[in-house]
């Protein structure tokens, strides 16, 4: 059974530094990885698909792929303290499913 | 266009109350789902429809839990009755369907069981 963890727990990162999030999965024929984002409050948010090896760029936002090694990771450039937020990887398998790492608290200190 | 909307925000029940919560997903949108969030459990799937039919009933929450999609523009969750373990948020999302769709999440709606 597939299943997603993600590193760190928590973050702290300075206001304007960069933040890497990582997430591990365990079946090798995951195709379908997203990174949503959730505020206090607020129901999560897609932030980021990535589909293939590799990475892909989105602003300040890089996601980067490696399925040989099991590994999506989100980086986060110039880091705003509106990016404070639980950060989620969620891996789909079969047609409908999703299955949710547990999180990482990102905290950016002003 | 308008987002996923879920009423109630904010509910207060007693043990062994019925509470329904509402969810209209995107226009649309062919998939939606129920999820439930705590702390210690993360995002656990109850329900999930596909053009209106029930295609996941959640298994381990189907004795108390009973979620409808009566059109497709409207579903509702029904906890009966109640216990003080449901307190969670309980989230609606809807998509497009598909392999690579993304979910559009609601607000959620925050239940406290007393």
């Known amino acids: 059974q597939q299943k997603v963890q993600q590193s760190p727990e928590s973050l702290i990162v300075p206001e304007g530094g960069m933040a890497s999030l990582n997430c591990t999965f365990s079946?090798?024929?995951?195709?379908y990885f997203w990174w949503y984002r959730q505020h206090s409050g607020e129901g999560p948010k897609a932030l980021m698909?990535?589909?293939s090896n590799g990475d892909k760029k989105e602003g300040r936002f890089t996601a980067h792929l490696n399925k040989a090694s099991l590994h999506v990771s989100l980086h986060i450039k110039d880091s705003q303290p509106s990016d404070s937020a639980l950060y989620f990887c969620?891996?789909?398998?079969?047609?409908?499913?999703?299955?949710w790492g547990s999180g990482t608290k990102l905290i950016i200190k002003p | 266009d308008a987002g996923v909307t879920q009423t109630p925000r904010h509910e207060v029940a007693e043990k062994g109350q019925t509470i329904i919560l509402k969810c209209e997903p995107v226009?649309?949108?062919?998939?939606l789902f129920w999820y439930r969030q705590t702390k210690i459990q993360g995002l656990e799937l109850l329900s999930y429809?596909?053009?209106?039919?029930?295609?996941?009933d959640g298994g381990a929450f189907k004795d108390r839990f009973k979620a409808e999609m009566l059109n497709s523009s409207f579903s509702t969750l029904k906890i009966q009755p109640t216990e003080p373990k449901d307190s969670a948020v309980y989230l609606c999302?809807?998509?497009?369907?598909?392999?690579?769709?993304?979910?559009?999440f609601g607000e959620g709606s925050r239940l406290i069981v007393v």
């Open positions: 999302a809807s998509s497009t369907g598909g392999s690579g769709n993304t979910l559009y």
């Open positions: 226009s649309g949108h062919n998939d």
């Open positions: 429809f596909r053009s209106k039919s029930l295609m996941e």
């Open positions: 079946d090798r024929n995951s195709q």
């Open positions: 698909s990535i589909f």
């Open positions: 969620a891996v789909k398998v079969g047609n409908y499913q999703l299955i």
